[in-house]
């Protein structure tokens, strides 16, 4: 039998709690560590519709990368919609652990590990190194197989990550020729000077805002990629559910969460490639 406790060391083992941000919440949330696990679900966010997902699946056990909790709480109420979702696991039997910015820096099956394997990078390094872990850190830098458009490089990260609303948006000029490639799953822009640094012709990243993609348009650093916040982080799931089948020796059943959490559900008015004037309006 493999309890909870022998899950939480497996995953500790894996994407190690020190870490973490100082600001973060990871590690577990809700469960006891005595009870047995038999089936272990994986996704990036703890909501409403993946706990739907738990109780029916009958997974003893939630492990999402976001956390349920960021802020410090005073109680966990049941009219409360996150209090809520801890009511439903707690009646179910079911706990939920967090693997967020431990995650991120880990080496091997780590969150950007996984990203830049997915899209086929070689040699791929922490763009920001962690000084007491050897291969881990802050996104990745690696070089393609070989060298692309950035049309076509931002034509391949729609390819291999999920379908969302938004897409691929590109900041650069489509025919730009890609060779060597950072990436940070989530919110990545603080790590355009160390893509920069390092050489890369495009950061692929999340939440990417106006003012800083403008700036950084007007110099002669890399190109952008901005993608889903959730697709940036959805390879993850795959990778880290395998290394736990394979850690806890197949004696667990587990899966990855099937369901988009992406929460933007539409976009209108897009065009592939923009440029020059706007068009007048009123």
Known sequence: MTELGDVIAALDARYDPALAE????????CGDRAEPVRRVLFAVDPTAAVVDEVIASGADLLVTHHPLFLTPVHGVPAD???????????????GLFVAHTNAD???????????????GLTGAV???????????????????????SLRDFAALAARVLPATAGGVRVAGDPGRTIRRVAVCGGSGGSLLPAAAAAGA????????????????????????????????????????????????????????????????????????DVAGTAAAHG
């Open 22 to 29: 100082s600001w973060d919440a990871v590690g577990l949330v």
């Open 80 to 94: 409360d919609p996150k209090g809520r979702l801890v009511h439903r696991l707690v009646r179910a039997g079911a």
């Open 105 to 119: 820096r880990a080496p091997g099956t780590g969150v950007n590990a996984a990203l830049a394997d997915v899209l």
């Open 126 to 148: 922490p763009l920001e190194p962690a000084a007491a872990v050897p291969g881990a850190g802050l996104g990745r830098v690696g070089e393609l197989t070989e060298p692309l």
């Open 201 to 272: 012709d495009v950061l692929l990243t999340s939440d990417l805002k106006h003012h800083p993609v403008s700036d950084a348009l007007e110099g002669d650093g890399p190109a952008l990629c901005d993608v889903a916040h959730f697709a940036s982080e959805w390879p993850w799931l795959p990778v880290a559910a395998e290394a736990l089948r394979n850690d806890l020796g197949g004696g667990v059943e587990v899966s990855v969460s099937g369901l988009r959490t992406d929460p933007w559900s539409h976009a209108v008015g897009r065009t592939a």
